[in-house]
């Protein structure tokens, strides 16, 4: 089979490269430098010419060729030969379009069009927008297929099919645990799933914002209350006030606040005080919406009843006071009563108000968990991410500078779909000492939940940060 290939570019020697050696193959070009690139890709003829000439191209042959392709570097080249090859009756014809703007004159010619503006973006696309997994164009390129993750912060992420179904889309398969799914209205998307959407190539924008899109959620992925204990003064001002403004700048729904039933308490005085700071704890005080629930026995023990039992999206809680001797013990043992409930414990140090959240980060479920937790409190309450990435020192062997500069990268990249700003904080030394540095009052440290029981003696890089540094910290537990 004859082909004949006008331009000699970099296009035209990879396509010759791959086709088999059925093909008879002549290129043409009007440089005698390219042409000669050619003959040292594979022994093909060339031909030093014009190739939108007419008599150029009969004495390539193309009256007898099976295809010809229009690959020059000007659109007006390329439009020009397929003209002339379509007057020649070549059985296929395929053309370059240099200009994405102009693939509609080579379509109206009835012509297969390849824009490699559109093939280059597409790729680029992918590898910046990690959500997007693959894409390609169909039907004249007036549809498109595009494959989605859904991801834990995407828009449709827990939905059925029936309830996010358009015109403009069809959901043609889903990849989950590595085993096709073929979807029906009842399907539910989840976090993890490869989805493959065939829509409207003009639709290409909405169905981004539907499918790989950011919604800020936390932390109504673990439930809709904030619960706090209210015993003193110092509890009013410090871990009610706080558990508040977690509330407004959360998709957390209300506040719930636990006290000692004062009917209970003996001492005339203690009970009169406690229920006129309870007389204190109102919407309008707060901000947000409250409920108050006296408790007969101890407050403390029925947050884990209350979690374990209600939509409990966090629990606060006073951060254990240090001291020279005790540094950090008392903070595993805070956790270890509270991790139980599996929901996220937020650790306040008096009345912290954050405007800035400083998030750790690893490529691991843990901490792309609380990663993505860091973005949604910083979507509400306006702030920033600071994003902080701890390289080994140079003398301790393994660079591992790179691996943490890409995690701060996947950071800023989630948070761009929320329009969150990431100020990145990658340097080498002790984790500890580095988080340590970025805290302060104004700032919500925002880590993962240890995994298991925390050790008195080793508790963890996370430990050891929320007992040295300012400011309040929540742990997250992973999320798979």
């Known amino acids: 089979m004859r082909a004949v290939v006008v331009g000699a570019g970099a296009t035209t020697r990879e396509l010759i490269r791959r086709l088999g050696d059925s093909w008879d193959i002549v290129v043409i070009d009007t440089d005698p430098v390219r042409l000669e690139a050619v003959e040292r890709v594979r022994d093909v003829v060339t031909i030093h010419g014009d190739g939108s000439s007419a008599v150029v191209l009969r004495s390539a042959g193309i009256d007898s060729a099976a295809t010809v392709v229009a690959a020059a570097g000007s659109d007006d080249v390329n439009l020009e030969v397929v003209k002339l090859a379509a007057d020649a009756g070549a059985e296929h014809i395929v053309a370059l379009a240099r200009v994405p703007e102009r693939s509609d004159e080579y379509r109206a010619l009835g012509v297969r069009v390849v824009v490699p503006a559109l093939l280059a973006a597409r790729d680029m696309e992918i590898v910046m927008e990690p959500r997007k997994l693959a894409s390609t164009t169909f039907s004249a390129g007036k549809a498109e297929a595009i494959e989605f993750e859904i991801t834990p912060d995407s828009p449709v992420q827990g939905k059925a099919l029936k309830e996010i179904h358009s015109d403009l889309w069809v959901v043609a398969a889903i990849l989950r645990d590595g085993k096709l799914v073929v979807p029906h209205g ?9 989805v493959t959407i065939v829509g409207s190539a003009a639709d290409f924008s909405l169905l981004v914002r539907t499918f790989a899109g950011g919604v800020s959620r936390f932390p109504l992925n673990f439930g809709r209350k904030v619960v706090v204990t209210l015993s003193s003064h110092a509890d009013l001002v410090g871990p009610v006030a706080e558990a508040a403004h977690f509330v407004r700048n959360s998709n957390a729904a209300s506040l719930v606040v636990l006290y000692r ?8 005085a203690s009970a009169a005080e406690l229920a006129d700071l309870v007389a204190l704890v109102t919407p309008d005080q707060l901000g947000v919406e409250v409920e108050l629930r006296a408790i007969d026995g101890d407050p403390y023990l029925a947050r884990l009843d209350i979690a374990s039992q209600e939509s409990v999206g966090t629990i606060v809680a006073p951060m254990p006071k240090r001291s020279f001797f005790r540094p950090y013990s008392s903070i595993p043992r805070v956790l270890n009563e509270l991790s139980s409930g599996g929901v996220p414990v937020l650790l306040t140090r008096d009345d912290v108000h954050f405007n800035e959240i400083v998030a750790p980060v690893r490529r691991t479920i843990s901490s792309d968990t609380a990663g993505r937790a860091a973005i949604d409190i910083a979507r509400r309450s306006g702030g920033k991410v600071i994003g902080v990435a701890v390289a080994n020192p140079t003398f301790m062997g393994k660079d591992d500078l790179m691996t943490k500069k890409r995690a701060t990268a996947w950071l800023r990249r989630e948070a761009s779909v929320q329009d969150v700003h990431v100020e990145r904080h990658v340097v080498r030394g002790n984790p500890v000492r580095v ?15 240890p995994n298991g029981r925390v050790g008195r003696w080793n508790p963890g890089i996370a430990i050891w940060a929320a007992s040295q540094g300012e400011g309040s910290v929540l742990f997250v537990p992973a999320v798979n």
């Open 186 to 194: 009842g399907t539910r998307l989840l976090t993890g799933d490869r």
């Open 261 to 268: 039933n004062p009917d209970l308490i003996k001492n005339a």
């Open 435 to 449: 988080i340590k540095s970025v805290m302060a009052p104004d700032r919500l440290l925002v880590v993962s939940m």
